[in-house]
């Protein structure tokens, strides 16, 4: 089993910037993609950004150039660097990671952290 737990997510103004991270813990388990998704009010979650254990990246097109993933493997957490924020990108943000363990592979969510944007 492992367990993800998101933090960073606050209220900023329109054209603000925020960091979230994401700590994964658990025995017995390798992680291979870990990313970010997102749910806004009356909307279904998607997928924002993905990283893979080897640094490949990618990326929503309406995020493009403002978000940028990252991940620490040493330490089982993965980033997401956001700036010029705007209303839109308003929601509750998700980390998600798929993992290998004897049972084999799953995927794995975070609770959520909201961000939300005034304008």
């Known amino acids: 089993q492992v367990q993800l737990v998101e933090s960073g997510g606050d209220l900023v103004q329109a054209g603000g910037s925020l960091r979230l991270s994401c700590v994964a813990s658990g025995s017995a388990y390798s992680i291979n993609i870990m990313g970010w998704y997102r749910q806004a009010p009356g909307k279904q979650r998607e997928l924002v950004a993905s990283i893979t254990s080897g640094g490949r990246t990618n990326y929503a097109d309406s995020v493009k150039g403002r978000f940028t993933i990252s991940r620490d493997n040493a330490k089982n957490t993965v980033y997401l660097q956001m700036h010029s924020l705007n209303p839109e990108d308003t929601g509750v943000y998700y980390c998600?990671?798929?993992?290998?363990?004897?049972?084999?592979?799953?995927?794995?969510w975070g609770q959520g952290t909201q961000v939300t944007v005034s304008s």
């Open positions: 998600n990671a798929g993992a290998y363990s004897g049972r084999g592979y799953s995927i794995y």
